[in-house]
Structures are given as C-alpha cells and as structure tokens.
C-alpha cells in the first residue's frame, strides 16, 4: 500500500498516526507538500481522487480518498475502534464533527499563519473571528474530557488520533489558547504516552 501524505498537514499526520500506532511499517509513504511538484504529479495523474492528501493506494490499484475514511479502513477489527455500535456511532460523531466543525476553523487558522502562499486570508478580523470560534470548539472537548479520559469509551479510538492531529498543535501553530483547556492537555498527554506514538515531525516518505 502507498499513503500520499503530505508531511506538514494534520489529516495526513492522523493516518500517519494510525500507522504507527499499529505498529505496521507495510505501508510506504509518499510525500506530496503543498505546492510542490509531486503534489502536481499525483494530481494529474489521478491518484488524489479528491485532489488533496491524504490518499490511500491498497495493492490492487484502488484509491481511497478522505483521512477519516482511511483511518476506518486502516482501523478496521483493532482496538481502535469499538465493538459496542453505540460506541462506534459516538466514534464517528466525533470524526464527521471534526470535519464539519474542527478543522475547518482549528486547522484553517493554523494553515493561514504557516503557509506563505495563504498568509493573504489572514487579515486581522478573520483571525480573530477563527479565533472565538476556535475557543468555542475547543471547550466542547474540554467539557467532555473533563469527565472522560478518551472522546468514547473506555480507550482510544479513531475519534482520538482524528482529533489530536490539529488539536494538539492548535497552541503553537494555530494561536489559540490552551491554558484554558486543562482536560484537553491531560488527553494530550495520554495519547502521547501510547505504544508506538509517534509525532508530527515523525514523517517518513519519499517525494
Ligand atoms: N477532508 C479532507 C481534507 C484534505 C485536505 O484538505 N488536504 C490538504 C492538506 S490538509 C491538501 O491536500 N492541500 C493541498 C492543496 O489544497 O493544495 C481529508 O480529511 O482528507
């Protein structure tokens, strides 16, 4: 199998995330960052479905588009994802409200302060608009990581490795402040203390 990642981004991180989690080294990464040549390559070529990476190569040629449906592939009968069905419906809650919610603002923020060729969205009002709505987000975690130790259930599931891939860097690359998110910086601390973690600037791959 071939992950076209993309080093710098969050949703490629997840899956890298997952990867390494599992302890499974069978999967070669190619590396596709932004703007770069490669990331052309793969585009005209059709092998980012959706145009953007992540995407997943399985053996026989098929693509799969979106990280958190390659993590639900990836993570398929392991321990990350929860047998009980309402525990893996409150899995996947998490994960579309992470697309639908979370990364649109965390992410987008933290795209628009490191990524040059973005820096002209990032006039002060729409910053400090990312940022109010940043907060609000986040202290819908916080409020549930207050009383639980992972986002469902009783351990870590894909919910957990989708959300701490633009959450645990939301401080130092999107600007928000994570003082106020205790509950939040304790789950942070868990997940970076599970078997086989491994972070961000972790990346391996070829372009
Ligand atoms: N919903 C998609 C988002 C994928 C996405 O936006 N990828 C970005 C990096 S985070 C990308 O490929 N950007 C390159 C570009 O748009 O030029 C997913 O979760 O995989």
Redesign the pocket.
């Known amino acids: 199998m071939i992950l076209y990642s993309?080093p710098s981004?969050?949703?490629?991180y997840k899956v890298r995330l997952l990867l390494a989690l599992l302890g499974r080294r069978d999967v070669s990464l190619i590396n596709?960052e932004?703007?770069s040549d490669a990331?052309t390559r793969a585009r005209q070529d059709h092998r980012?479905p959706?145009?953007?990476?992540?995407a997943l190569m399985l053996e026989d040629g098929t693509l799969l588009?979106?990280?958190?449906a390659?993590l639900c592939y990836l993570g398929e009968g392991s321990q990350f994802v929860p047998a009980d069905p309402v525990e893996r419906a409150q899995m996947l809650g998490w994960m579309f409200w992470e697309?639908n919610q979370h990364?649109g603002v965390i992410?987008v923020r933290a795209?628009l302060r490191t990524y040059p060729h973005r820096r002209a969205q990032a006039t002060p009002d729409h910053m400090a608009d990312l940022l109010a709505r940043g907060h609000d987000l986040l202290k819908v975690m916080e409020t549930h990581l207050l009383q639980h130790d992972w986002l469902t259930g009783t351990g870590p599931t894909l919910a957990d490795i989708c959300l701490f891939a633009y959450t645990h860097s939301a401080g130092d690359r999107g600007g928000f402040d994570m003082t106020r998110f205790p509950g939040i910086r304790a789950w942070i601390d868990r997940i970076v203390r599970l078997d086989g973690f491994e972070g961000l600037e972790g990346s391996r791959g070829q372009s």
């Open positions: 993309m981004s969050g949703n490629s596709v932004a703007q990331l980012l959706f145009g953007k990476a992540p588009p979106e990280s958190n390659i697309q990364e992410a795209a």
